[in-house]
């Protein structure tokens, strides 16, 4: 139970930070084309980016189950992140009854934004695991040991 929690603690995660980032895309679209909608695109936006980002990481959860974010490509991680992006798309189609011109829009834009939100994830996973590294004395086999001896007395 206490690993399920933790998943959905970090899928919400995940999702309020890619709400975030889409928000100010959102934002920056708004600026530049000055477009007046019903709602806010930076809402509009923030809204998609959290959906996506929960998307992004049960596909994760599903694929990549017990690897550390130490043992993942980027290329593979962005992949995973554009097929969360075409599952949005399709959600976002079916809800919104687009045409087909619409849908093949929207499915490479998601896709994209996507693989961009999960690189940006990957490389900030790894850049804070870097920096809650021990001294220099540290060796990664000892890492290692330690995470089979937890394992053990789970």
Same mark, same amino acid.
């Given at each position: ?21 889409? &928000?100010? &895309?959102?934002?920056?679209?708004? #600026? ?14 923030? #809204? ?32 995973w992140g554009a097929i ?8 976002f189609a079916n809800a ?8 093949? %829009?929207? #499915?490479?834009?998601? %896709?994209?934004?996507? %693989? #961009? ?10 850049? &804070? ?26």
């Amino acid at each position: 139970m206490q690993r399920w929690l933790r998943r959905v603690r970090g899928a919400i995660g995940m999702g309020i930070t890619w709400g975030a980032a889409w &928000a100010v &895309a959102g934002f920056v679209l708004a #600026v530049a084309t000055h477009f007046e909608a019903d709602a806010p695109f930076p809402l509009i936006f923030g #809204v998609l980016g959290f959906v996506a980002g929960v998307t992004f990481s049960a596909v994760l959860a599903l694929t990549q189950g017990r690897r550390r974010f130490d043992q993942m490509s980027l290329p593979r991680f962005a992949g995973w992140g554009a097929i969360g992006g075409l599952l949005l798309s399709a959600l976002f189609a079916n809800a919104a009854s687009l045409a087909w011109g619409d849908v093949l %829009a929207i #499915v490479p834009t998601f %896709a994209l934004a996507s %693989a #961009v939100c999960a690189s940006g994830s990957l490389a900030i996973a790894r850049r &804070a695991a870097r920096r809650e590294l021990p001294s220099d004395r540290w060796h990664p086999a000892e890492a290692a040991l330690a995470d089979r001896e937890s394992e053990r007395l789970r």
